[in-house]
């Protein structure tokens, strides 16, 4: 096994998610790093921001129990010193998730880019729960050599089907089930069918159902190999999102 580091970046509130991550890190290396920091630059709004769940003591103990060998929690001035390169993800970032959280990606995009530049990692490791996320660190490690192994690792969910999120603490026992629409949408394998799911819970608001191409991150075609279903919404204010494979051709 090797002992160059492979990280997993987190803003915290750990969940067993981030713990599965932590668990393929240690998979490929003993140096396991793990950076906890909220990084302001990708919430679009100072409300979210604020409501964001912190607790890096427990997260801490957490985090080393599945395999983590060091936790860093960075301030903000070590990740945004005076001068710092801002990292654009271009017009990928502008859609589904990007059209809705406007600068977001170029906020994740920007702290990854630092996070990498002060870890020096040989792996990373990214969930698919965040399937944009995931796709626009590939593409920006790809096109500019950045010297990282992007790793990815399945959604993990609830017995109920819920993906584990940071947020799902917001959500309320009958919010919750409400919540659980989402992924009775994703299995019906298609895009009406997402949509006539998803408008039988009226506390779900939708930003967006789509079935993407895997490969370009466009609208899929008859003629896409990989396809997936990605939505993203609200219940009550707590944002969700989810992304399930469609299968290929
Ligand atoms: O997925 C997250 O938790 C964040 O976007 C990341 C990658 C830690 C960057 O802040």
């Known amino acids: 096994m090797s002992d160059a580091i492979a990280f997993v970046p987190t803003m915290g509130a750990l969940h067993a998610g981030h713990l599965e991550l932590i668990k393929r890190a240690r998979e490929l290396s003993t140096e396991v790093v793990v950076s906890i920091f909220v990084n302001p630059l990708q919430f679009e709004s100072s409300e ?3 409501k964001y769940p912190r607790d890096i003591s427990g997260d801490t103990e957490k985090a080393l129990s599945a395999g983590a060998s ?3 929690a960075p301030t903000y001035q070590e990740i945004y010193p005076a001068e710092i390169e ?3 993800a271009g ?3 502008e859609i589904f998730e ?3 959280r406007t600068g977001h990606f170029d906020g994740m995009l920007t702290v990854v880019h630092r996070l990498f530049e002060l870890v020096q990692p040989r792996y990373a490791i ?3 729960k965040d399937f944009q996320q995931l796709f626009i660190v590939k593409k920006w490690v790809r096109e500019n050599d950045i010297p990282v192994e992007i790793i990815s690792a399945p959604t993990v969910r609830d017995k109920d089907g819920l993906a584990l999120s940071s ?3 917001r959500l309320s026992e009958s919010e919750r089930q409400s919540a659980l629409v989402i992924n009775r949408a994703l299995a019906t394998g298609n895009k009406e069918g997402m949509l006539s799911t998803l408008a039988t819970e009226p506390l779900f608001q939708l930003d967006y159902a789509e079935v993407i191409d895997e490969e370009s991150f466009e609208v899929a075609t ?3 190999e990989f396809k997936r279903g990605i939505v993203a919404g609200w219940i009550n204010g707590v944002r969700l999102l989810d992304n399930m494979a469609m299968g290929s051709n």
């Open 91 to 93: 017009a990928i970032g």
């Open 222 to 224: 008859p003629d896409s």
């Open 167 to 169: 947020r799902n603490v």
């Open 86 to 88: 801002k990292i654009s």
């Open 70 to 72: 060091r936790i860093w």
């Open 126 to 128: 990214f969930g698919e």
């Open 48 to 50: 979210d921001l604020a």
């Open 98 to 100: 990007g059209r809705h």
